[in-house]
């Protein structure tokens, strides 16, 4: 069987403990975790999961399942098939000298990047992208010297329609469900990295 | 009307129909007990350690299939609980353990007998609570008891900080359970049963395997309607002993590594396995990679994530086994399978397991036949983990649901005697037997006193052999016979009864037993029997660590047993 790098999208109460409860899990049954990001998501109450692991197929159906035990896991789906929008964000603190300053800014201005802070001898660059995007970028930057660097993990949605997590939600619930709002226009989507 | 968190926790308890909680006071937990007498329908049970209330809240979930509740103030009370919720959690035992905590504004200070035990039982337990409000105890009881006895059971922990049990709120008892995360998938998809019942229907060599979960199901008529119509041999597993009777004629004893060589070798040699309500456990099945290699396998189980976890599955049910086999059944045609079972009957014929040998020693094995004539099979038989409980397993005949309680998948010796404690409890008109090692017994062995408190007539049988036997075993059989560290010396179990207070009987003599079984079971009251036994005997047909099923040694043959190669002994 193959080995790739899935994700997951999993739709979690928001309440303490929860990502304790599923880096627990996760650890426990000895899963490999790529990435994971955590922040609400479009319904209150709720937070959105993105995770990233790795594993052949029979590995990754067990981690959904075992997390989709967790009680308050509402919903957790595999997207990978779907090829979905995925994007992740990195903050690269790079030595800048005034010799270096300008290259920099050149090599940012390719990758459609932003320098969000400027300083004597460093500045920070921003740049959001699938994970290729973000690593080539690294990969220009570290000959000036990359002092510090923080990356958020990888946040997807699907394209089109409502959502894998939402429509299917409302269809299993006995709750009254809610009229879906017609999709909005959709931004032109920026060219794939 | 408003109420304290205790009283409010009291209700909810009341309103579940709790009848007895197995508990251990403390100082986080006082406020409580100051609010239990003004609740006189519930039982306190005083255990002598908090894991037994643990254990004891388990045994009673397994022998009334009802939710068991323990109780234990914080810090060390909860962590001692954590060996019986653990044992819960790997048997899917429905238990609601609550936990004394400290106030709340002390909660992370490391105060005086505080610890995190909601984080320490994460990975233990179904789900648990941490209540930092008065107001939301309702509905986490509620919540509590739902998850815990529905879907596939397991033990859920409250954890109740002392100024929380003080705390006066207005107490609304919630009428309804909003999970949206927890919903259990009850039927299963008829397009999967279909195709089972297809299978089924072709099969030349269907063997059926039971777990626990037709117990908890309670699916026995289900299980015996399919095993009979469609003619399929059921063979259980350790668990699910007694959830078709061992009596029957379709039965085929129980797999795994100390099972029937006959049930092995039907399980090896099938072409459709139906398993239900099991998990493919490593001690069930042998080497994953060698199981049922001929077999396309139905598996059903309540628990999706269960499904594909061990062994590959060729139709996967989820859904609650009695009515998967309901819509299973009606789609079953009778069937007779005359040569298959020639071939099982020939097998049967074959491995005589299960013999007792002829000897005038005193053996174990004999000591479990005579407990079955004696008792003609009519009793609750809570046993330890080791030795004891195979031969428990084995020579002993399960006719009845619950009627043989163990741990299995965790294998905690010292589960006997409190896990006793509980199913007498839950069932006082049953005999309890409990059939313990001396190794085990001597592990929980201060629960004599909750016994002899509670008044609970528990036929207690030591089998006695001075060793920590089913490892000694293993050092005979695969450490080329060097019996390092279980020689055991015990007390001597007749003078400790009797320091309790209760009465007991010592047996060396094989002619004895019979009189002392029922000499046991005419007393009114506890009695222990210490049965001292060849120290040197062992449990057979056993299918050596990391072997396939049919690789079993049948006899203890010194020649035929050879230490397993590092490969074998390395597992899969």
């Given amino acids: ?193 | 009307m408003k109420k304290t968190g205790a009283q409010i926790l009291c209700e909810c308890l009341v309103r579940e129909g709790v009848e007895v909680i197995f508990g251990y006071p403390g100082g986080a937990v006082l406020p409580l007990y100051d609010t239990l007498p003004q609740y006189p329908t519930i039982r306190h049970i005083l255990v002598r350690h908090e894991q037994c209330a643990a254990h004891a809240a388990d045994g009673y979930a397994r022998a009334t299939g009802r939710t068991g509740v323990c109780l234990a103030t914080s810090g060390p009370g909860a962590t001692n609980l954590v060996t019986g919720i653990a044992n819960a959690y790997l048997d899917s035992s429905p238990v609601v353990a609550i936990t004394g905590q400290v106030a709340t504004p002390f909660i992370g200070k490391d105060a005086f007998q505080e610890i995190d035990i909601t984080g320490i039982t994460l990975p233990i337990t179904k789900h648990n609570y941490l209540v930092l409000n008065a107001k939301d105890m309702a509905r986490v009881v509620r919540e509590a008891f739902y998850i815990a006895g529905n879907g596939r059971p397991g033990p859920v922990l409250i954890d109740i900080p002392r100024d929380v049990f003080q705390q006066e709120a207005e107490f609304v008892y919630p009428e309804k359970i909003d999970l949206p995360g927890y919903r259990p998938k009850l039927f299963g998809h008829p397009a999967q049963i279909k195709k089972a019942a297809e299978l089924i229907n072709a099969a030349q060599r269907p063997v059926i395997i039971a777990g626990r979960g037709v117990i908890i199901s309670k699916a026995f008529d289900e299980l015996r309607e399919l095993a009979e119509k469609a003619q399929i041999p059921v063979i259980t597993t350790l668990l699910g002993i007694g959830c078709f009777p061992e009596t029957h004629v379709l039965s085929f004893g129980w797999l795994g590594m100390h099972g029937m060589a006959y049930a092995n070798k039907a399980v090896q040699d099938a072409d459709v396995i139906v398993a239900v309500g099991m998990r493919f456990d490593d001690r069930a099945t042998g080497m994953v990679s060698a199981f049922a290699p001929k077999a396309q396998i139905i598996h059903i189980d309540i628990d999706p994530a269960e499904i594909g976890k061990n062994v590959r599955v060729d139709v996967p049910i989820v859904g609650d086994v009695k009515n998967v086999l309901q819509a299973l059944n009606a789609q079953v045609i009778p069937r007779e399978h005359m040569e298959w079972f020639s071939q099982l009957e020939q097998w049967r014929e074959e491995h005589p397991a299960l013999t007792i040998r002829e000897t005038d020693c005193l053996i174990p094995q004999y000591v479990i036949r005579l407990i079955y004539e004696v008792t003609r099979g009519d009793a609750i038989v809570v046993t330890g983990v080791g030795q004891n409980q195979m031969w428990a397993a084995q020579f002993f005949f399960y006719d009845k649901p619950n009627s043989l309680i163990s741990s299995g998948g965790l294998g905690t010796m010292g589960f006997e005697l409190p896990g006793a404690i509980g199913a007498k409890v839950g069932c006082p008109d049953e005999t309890v037997w409990c059939i313990a090692g001396d190794g085990g017994f001597q592990m929980t062995i201060q629960e004599l006193a909750t016994i002899v408190q509670e008044g609970l007539d528990i036929k207690i049988a030591i089998i006695n052999n001075g060793f920590l036997g089913m490892v000694r075993q293993w050092q005979q059989l695969f450490y080329g016979r060097r019996y390092v560290h279980t020689r055991l010396l015990g007390p001597d179990f007749v003078k400790v009864a009797d320091a309790y207070g209760i009465a007991a009987l010592r047996v060396t003599d094989k002619k004895l037993v019979t009189s002392a079984i029922e000499r046991a079971m005419d007393h009114r009251g506890p009695f222990l029997i210490d049965f001292v036994v060849e120290p040197e005997e062992c449990v057979f047909p056993i299918v050596p660590p990391g072997a396939a099923l049919t690789q079993f040694i049948e006899m203890p043959q010194e020649d035929k047993i050879s230490p397993p190669s590092q490969q074998q002994r390395g597992g899969r």
């Avoid at chain 1, 928001?14 to 609400?40: M, Q, T, W, Y």
């Avoid at chain 1, 320098?115 to 920070?124: E, K, N, P, R, Y």
Wanted: without cysteine.
């Fill in chain 1, 1 to 193: 069987m193959k080995t790739v790098k899935h994700t997951l999208v999993a739709l979690v109460e928001d309440k303490p403990g929860v990502l304790n409860r599923i880096a627990s899990l996760l650890r426990r049954r000895n899963f490999n975790i790529e990435s994971i990001a955590v922040g609400h998501s479009e319904q209150p109450g709720l937070s959105r999961m993105t995770m990233v692991v790795g594993g052949d197929d029979a590995r990754i159906e067990q981690v959904r399942k075992q997390l989709d035990k967790v009680v308050e896991v509402i919903k957790i789906v595999d997207i990978t098939d779907e090829e979905p929008v995925a994007r992740e964000l990195a903050l690269i603190k790079v030595k800048a000298t005034p010799s270096t300053r300008g290259e920099i800014i050149q090599i940012v201005d390719i990758f459609r990047a932003n320098i969000v802070d400027v300083a004597m001898d460093s500045l920070i660059v921003e740049v959001t992208g699938d994970e290729d995007k973000v690593d080539s970028l690294i990969e220009l930057l570290r000959g000036f010297g990359i002092k510090e660097l923080a990356r958020t993990g990888r946040i997807a949605l699907t394209r089109g329609g409502a959502g894998p997590l939402l429509v299917e939600e409302a269809k299993e619930t006995k709750v009254p469900r809610q009229p879906l709002k017609p999709p909005r226009e959709e931004a032109e989507s920026p060219p794939d990295w």
